[in-house]
């Protein structure tokens, strides 16, 4: 597959909750189209359908409406086998990472986990170098870590530890629902530094959804811009930051100059 060619694609996605005077329409009629080694944003504020569409994406939430395809097939995820297929190829990283682990697993567990989830059959020397490899990645020391709970690392120490997870598993398709949220400004650019490195060392796909339109800007090539379950308007981040075109997206966007000084945009 080429850089450009398509990798996941959803048409007329729709997914309600609820029955009668209770119904909610969480994404409604949403298309999207995304290639390997894309970075997308979702962008929209809380409760217009972000988590929503991307547990459909994951697989992890059945849409009411419209049709998944990836790598120009229709998704199957019926089988206990074809969900494991799929799930080796398309990872996420949630807003709270304590949902993420385990809490009674010890971070060496969490790792060696990884390695098991590809199948992979390694000595315990190469499992070692392995684990110790992708805590470097994310500025972690495996040496001081490996011994204890997730409960017991710092909020940045535990988002770090779930992107070290990523390294190991290098899927191709990476959902960061909001991974920044619990973290300060200086972590926040570190862990966006790191998914980018991911990016661009494994050519995955990543789809990081976020409230923040000016952190959305810095990191990807292409918005979805969302609005109460429907995405309003989409295409190039740069094109949408300087002509938004709908009156939701010059709202969120009003605040350009904050952008370009807090990223040094220029
Ligand atoms: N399991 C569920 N049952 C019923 N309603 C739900 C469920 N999950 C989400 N919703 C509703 O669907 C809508 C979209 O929620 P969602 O979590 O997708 O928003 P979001 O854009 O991720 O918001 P945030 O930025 O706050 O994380 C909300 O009105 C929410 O209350
Ligand atoms: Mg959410």
């Excluded at 409760?47 to 929503?52: I, V």
Aim: aromatic residues 10%.
């Amino acid at each position: 597959m080429s850089r450009n060619d398509v990798l996941i694609s959803g048409k007329n996605i729709t997914k309600t909750f609820g029955y009668g005077k209770n119904k909610i329409t969480a994404v409604h009629d949403v298309n999207f189209t995304f290639h390997e080694g894309e970075i997308i944003s979702i962008v929209g504020e809380s409760g217009s359908g972000k988590t929503t569409l991307a547990k459909i994406m994951m697989g992890l939430l059945k849409e009411s409406n419209g049709n998944i395809q990836y790598k120009g097939k229709p998704r199957q995820l019926r089988t206990h086998a074809n969900r494991k297929e799929y799930w080796k190829d398309i990872q996420a990283i949630f807003q709270d990472p304590f949902s993420s682990f385990n809490m009674f697993h010890k971070v060496e567990k969490l790792l060696i986990d990884c390695i098991k989830l590809q199948g992979l059959k390694l000595s315990k020397e190469e499992q070692f170098h392995k684990m110790k490899d992708a805590c470097s990645f994310v500025n972690l020391k495996f040496e001081e870590l490996y011994n204890k709970y997730p409960f017991e690392l710092s909020g940045g120490q535990m988002q770090r530890l779930m992107i070290a997870r990523i390294f190991m598993l290098h899927p191709k398709v990476l959902i960061a629902d909001e991974p920044t949220s619990m973290v300060d400004a200086c972590s926040r650019s570190t862990i966006l530094d790191m998914l980018l490195k991911l990016r661009d060392e494994n050519n995955m796909t990543i789809i990081f959804i976020t409230h923040d339109v000016g952190l959305a800007y810095y990191v990807s090539d292409t918005l979805y811009i969302m609005e109460k379950g429907k995405v309003v308007e989409n295409g190039q981040a740069e094109k949408i930051l300087l002509n938004p075109q709908h009156t939701y997206t010059q709202q969120l966007i009003s605040d350009v100059p904050k952008i370009h000084s807090e990223w040094n945009l220029g």
